[in-house]
């Protein structure tokens, strides 16, 4: 018995129509739960204090985390309202004999989500804004010092190559989605590319758990409802084509929805790739660098006129400049201590303004002088302290992460 199947059925028999019920309600509810329920911040939270006892602050938004507290109490609603309207529902419509026509729509629904999905996170990788390079401050870290997520991170931001790849697999599985006939492709693709993202999540406390696992669930649920993929690559039996259901049978209407698909597909993927490319021009691995561009080391450090030496235990004195963003700066000191600070050069009046970050200054606090591309010298008051330092450039281009580049032949293998 074939409890979901594309194949046109007119009566359904009992146990598909429960699960095609379930399988429905839960996706939708959990999607529009997770876009919208903003709009159910007030019970949400209610139910969260009463049922789970709740009581510290936390926001809706999550701050960039998809597995937040108010994420998993949308999906304790999700999981709750699920049995409820599928016991109703079952009571109401027990009489009905097939779910071909809300079959159909609900799985455009899912390969719609999907799609748009697949393309957002394909794209993210093969422009490489999701995953960077290690930055300067990066290079200076301890391996010790990283978070999971940190570290994974990293690892995923050395090779342009693999996220191209990667990503490129995402955007194929996506876009085999578009037509029906290779949407059964599409979504094993899906499977497969989106296990290795949400296992890589569940091993590096990378907070998309939830989100990434109920992809590859919906990418699943369409991937169920094609049994031949399994007659063919599993038992080695010969298939016969799906009887589909086709809610509209107009062939003048599909060259229409034809057209509009491939329309609204080229302007897709064409306003993706602009506002990327643009975006990673500004912002990514080829944006431009910041003047004093670099890790500085200082050697020489002056503070109201008494030298200070390099003792690793000393939280004041600097180690390192490190420039690697436009109008920011990160202090590193002796015993490993890092602290932001706004960092704006002239290099017309050869000043800098260097503050807390947080600071609203607009003073031009320090003169600097950079005589050659190796040297560069501050002389400033920074908290009431008068500061003199001499730094030397440290090249990031010899740390071992940058400097090893591809080798076809390795005669032993390089791991350090």
Not at 17 to 39: A, H, S
């Amino acid at each position: 018995m074939r409890l979901l199947t594309q194949d046109y059925r007119a009566d359904w028999h009992t146990l598909s129509k429960v699960l095609f019920r379930l399988v429905f309600t839960y996706f939708v509810l959990y999607i529009l739960f997770t876009f919208l329920g903003g709009v159910l911040e007030t019970p949400f939270r209610w139910i969260g204090n009463v049922v789970f006892g709740i009581d510290y602050d936390y926001e809706v938004s999550g701050n960039g985390s998809g597995d937040h507290t108010f994420a998993y109490l949308s999906l304790f609603v999700s999981a709750l309202s699920t049995v409820a309207v599928v016991s109703i529902w079952s009571l109401l419509d027990s009489k009905r004999k097939s779910y071909n026509k809300l079959q159909y729509w609900f799985l455009v629904f899912l390969r719609v989500v999907l799609i748009a999905a697949m393309l957002l996170y394909g794209f993210v990788k093969v422009f490489k804004l999701q995953f960077p390079s290690a930055s300067l401050t990066h290079l200076l870290d301890p391996l010790g010092d990283f978070s999971p997520m940190g570290l994974a991170w990293t690892y995923m931001g050395y090779s342009k190559g693999f996220n191209v790849f990667v990503g490129a697999l995402e955007v194929l599985g996506g876009l085999l989605l578009i037509p029906r006939r290779t949407q059964t492709l599409g979504s094993f693709i899906i499977i497969g590319v989106m296990t290795q993202v949400a296992v890589m999540n569940f091993c590096f406390d990378i907070p998309v758990k939830l989100f990434s696992m109920h992809l590859v669930l919906m990418a699943l649920a369409i991937f169920i409802t094609d049994h031949r993929f399994l007659n063919v690559f599993v038992k080695n039996k010969a298939v016969e084509s799906y009887h589909y259901y086709h809610p509209i049978k107009d062939p003048q209407y599909h060259k229409i929805i034809l057209w509009i698909k491939s329309i609204v597909l080229f302007l897709l993927i064409s306003f993706i790739s602009f506002n990327f490319y643009t975006t990673a021009s500004h912002r990514g691995e080829n944006k431009k660098k910041p003047l004093l561009y670099g890790i500085w080391e200082a050697s020489t450090f002056i503070k109201n006129g008494d030298t200070l030496q390099p003792l690793v235990t000393d939280d004041y004195r600097w180690r390192y400049l490190i420039v690697d963003f436009k109008e920011v700066a990160t202090i590193k000191t002796m015993n490993d201590k890092k602290q932001r600070y706004t960092f704006i050069p002239d290099s017309s009046s050869q000043k800098i303004r260097l503050h807390q970050k947080n600071s609203e200054s607009e003073v031009y606090n320090f003169n600097y002088k950079n005589p050659n591309s190796e040297v560069l010298e501050l002389e400033g008051i920074l908290a009431l302290d008068t500061l003199q330092i001499i730094f030397s450039r440290k090249d990031h281009e010899k740390f071992n992460l940058n400097a090893r580049g591809f080798h076809w032949i390795n005669e032993r293998p390089y791991n350090k």
